[in-house]
């Protein structure tokens, strides 16, 4: 699969990686405070899960992609459906070239948490060349999901009018400016 080369599309991916950080912090804090008073091995592999996202999201943040992988797989060893872990692995696979395999992560992902918008929204950008009306439906999620998200509102609204679809599409792109006014219309 060749890597999107849209311009509002890497635009939407920077905007969706400064909120994945956001969303991975508070994450990876909420999982290692949640324990539902179970069996003690129910709480420890929670607490080995959080301790091993934490480990992988340090690696991750100092370019150490090998020891992030190991810390992101060991995670998915004590939670096997760890949607930090997934996207995160996603991410790197993505970054790498990978993009089947990438693609197939961040629907983990999404297996655990339909509505994780950080997933939904990069697995839209993957699918956007290949299977644009997948793409469509995956930036409505996102969207849906994430109503304040401008980057996948201008992705959206730029796929419906490519699609035929020029009034909702320019609709899109109109919320999507007026989100962030920092973006701006390709066709003006």
């Known amino acids: ?55 992988g999201l340090k690696a991750h943040a100092d370019g150490d992609l090998t020891a992030a992988t190991a810390a992101y797989k060991k995670t998915l060893k004590y939670d ?53 009306k997948e793409a469509m439906s995956l930036y409505q999620r996102a969207v849906k999901s994430n109503p304040k998200d401008a980057a996948a509102w201008l992705n959206l609204g730029l796929l419906l009018r490519a699609s035929g679809a020029k009034a909702e599409g320019n609709r899109s792109v109109l919320k999507a400016i007026a989100l962030n006014p920092k973006l701006k219309d390709p066709a003006a």
């Open 80 to 132: 096997a459906k760890n949607k930090f872990a997934f996207y995160n692995l996603a991410l790197i696979d993505e970054a790498s070239g990978n993009y089947g395999l990438a693609e197939q992560k961040y629907r983990s992902a999404l297996e655990s948490d339909p509505k994780y918008e950080p997933a939904l929204f990069n697995l839209a950008i993957l699918r956007t060349g290949p299977a644009p």
């Open 1 to 55: 699969m060749k890597q999107p080369t849209n311009t509002a599309a890497r635009a939407g991916r920077l905007v969706g990686c400064v909120a994945v950080t956001i969303a991975l912090a508070l994450g990876a804090t909420a999982c290692g405070g949640d324990s539902s008073g179970g069996d003690s091995s129910s709480a420890s592999d929670t607490k080995q899960a959080a301790t091993a996202l934490d480990a």
